[in-house]
């Protein structure tokens, strides 16, 4: 990107006050020069395009690995608590179905009334609600997605850096290392 510039470290290629206009007239009577730049991805700053220091495509699939994975971790984490919602909303209709108080009558319509202990037999199935149990097989579907992209993620993440340790070590045997 061509930008007028007002000083320019010759050694790094960092670039200093860069004009953000359009006024040329203005940048040329304060002395500044018309040049490519380009921003770096690692420290923001501005450089000559040529010198501009940048990262590398595996540091950027790494990032990206990375990134995905906590992302992945937080996902899980959010399922992991709906999940427990919604097994606790079955829990508690079919805890309550087999829970239930003493049954009162009354037998001549006064208001002296008999308990009687709940017949077990006779009271029906709880009944789930069916939208806890499809959420909660839907939240478990998710988090074995999740978990499957999770390792796969893991395992080029550690074959990544495997191959960079290799590469590493090429380098220092082959005595290829510049200093």
Same mark, same amino acid.
């Given at each position: 990107?061509?930008?007028?510039?007002?000083?320019?470290?010759?050694?790094?290629?960092?670039?200093?006050?860069?004009?953000?206009?359009?006024?040329?007239?203005?940048?040329?009577?304060?002395?500044?020069?018309?040049? *490519?730049?380009?921003?770096?991805?690692?420290?923001?700053?501005?450089?000559?395009?040529?010198?501009?220091?940048?990262?590398?495509?595996?540091?950027?699939?790494?990032?990206?690995?990375?990134?995905?994975?906590?992302?992945?971790?937080?996902?899980?984490?959010?399922?992991?608590?709906?999940?427990?919602?919604?097994?606790?909303?079955?829990?508690?209709?079919?805890?309550?179905?087999?829970?239930?108080?003493?049954?009162?009558?009354?037998?001549?319509?006064?208001?002296?009334?008999?308990?009687?202990?709940?017949?077990?037999?006779?009271?029906?199935?709880?009944?789930?609600?069916?939208?806890?149990?499809?959420?909660?097989?839907?939240?478990?579907?998710?988090?074995?997605?999740?978990?499957?992209?999770?390792?796969?993620?893991?395992?080029?993440?550690?074959?990544?850096?495997?191959?960079?340790?290799?590469?590493?070590?090429?380098?220092?045997? *082959?005595?290829?290392?510049?200093?």
């Amino acid at each position: 990107m061509l930008k007028y510039v007002q000083s320019i470290d010759e050694k790094t290629g960092l670039v200093k006050g860069i004009g953000q206009g359009n006024n040329e007239a203005v940048y040329i009577k304060l002395g500044m020069q018309k040049v *490519d730049i380009k921003q770096s991805d690692i420290d923001g700053n501005w450089y000559l395009a040529n010198k501009c220091p940048m990262k590398s495509e595996e540091v950027k699939e790494q990032e990206k690995r990375e990134t995905r994975i906590a992302k992945i971790k937080a996902e899980l984490e959010e399922i992991d608590k709906q999940s427990q919602r919604s097994s606790r909303a079955i829990a508690l209709v079919a805890a309550s179905a087999f829970c239930q108080p003493a049954m009162t009558y009354s037998i001549d319509g006064s208001n002296n009334t008999q308990t009687l202990p709940i017949d077990t037999l006779q009271t029906s199935v709880p009944v789930f609600n069916p939208e806890d149990v499809e959420k909660l097989t839907e939240l478990e579907k998710q988090a074995n997605e999740l978990r499957k992209e999770l390792q796969e993620l893991e395992i080029n993440t550690s074959k990544a850096l495997q191959t960079a340790q290799e590469n590493a070590e090429d380098l220092i045997s *082959d005595d290829k290392i510049p200093f």
